[in-house]
């Protein structure tokens, strides 16, 4: 497996990607193609054998930054793909002087919240309802 910057070539896989993994509220083409044209932002994917397993994207503004998503095909879970994006994201946003990372998640995805742990995020606040369907989010932070 090999980690790399996105291409903007790469966003229509990427897309189909978000939308198994995020199927309630997946980013569209036209979001993913937006945030690839900012230069605050700067995406990330894992690449075996030439194919797209995962990816991720982290936005730096000013002395913070906020991973925007981390996502790993099936086959690609639990084998440290998402904590390989991880780690690369959090890299840049140290590269770009963030202080201070955050992200949110679905209080249903323990998996998720149990990487974020592993990598010294820690929970800050939740945000209720914040999800279409009703779902809370857990805000989570890492000091860098």
Same mark, same amino acid.
């Given at each position: 497996?090999?980690?790399?910057?996105?291409?903007?070539?790469?966003?229509?896989?990427?897309?189909?990607?978000?939308?198994?993994?995020?199927?309630?509220?997946?980013?569209?083409?036209?979001?993913?193609?937006?945030?690839?044209?900012?230069?605050?932002?700067?995406?990330?994917?894992?690449?075996?054998?030439?194919?797209?397993? !995962?990816?991720?994207?982290? *936005?730096?503004?000013?002395?913070?930054? #906020?991973?925007?998503? =981390?996502?790993?095909? %099936?086959?690609?879970?639990?084998?440290?793909?998402?904590?390989?994006?991880?780690?690369?994201?959090?890299?840049?946003?140290?590269?770009?002087?963030?202080?201070?990372?955050?992200?949110?998640?679905?209080?249903?995805?323990?998996?998720?919240?149990?990487?974020?742990?592993?990598?010294?995020?820690? !929970?800050?606040?939740?945000? *209720?309802?914040?999800?279409?369907?009703? #779902?809370?989010?857990? =805000?989570?932070?890492? %000091?860098?």
């Amino acid at each position: 497996m090999i980690l790399r910057d996105w291409k903007y070539e790469d966003i229509l896989k990427i897309s189909e990607m978000e939308k198994e993994c995020f199927p309630l509220e997946p980013w569209s083409f036209q979001m993913l193609a937006s945030s690839f044209g900012s230069e605050t932002f700067h995406g990330i994917l894992a690449e075996d054998g030439g194919e797209i397993v !995962g990816y991720g994207g982290v *936005t730096v503004a000013c002395d913070s930054a #906020e991973i925007e998503n =981390v996502a790993v095909s %099936e086959a690609f879970r639990r084998v440290g793909t998402g904590s390989a994006i991880l780690e690369r994201l959090i890299d840049i946003a140290r590269e770009r002087n963030a202080v201070k990372i955050f992200l949110e998640v679905r209080v249903s995805n323990s998996t998720a919240m149990k990487m974020y742990l592993k990598h010294g995020f820690s !929970g800050v606040y939740a945000r *209720t309802r914040y999800y279409s369907d009703g #779902e809370d989010c857990l =805000v989570m932070a890492k %000091e860098l």
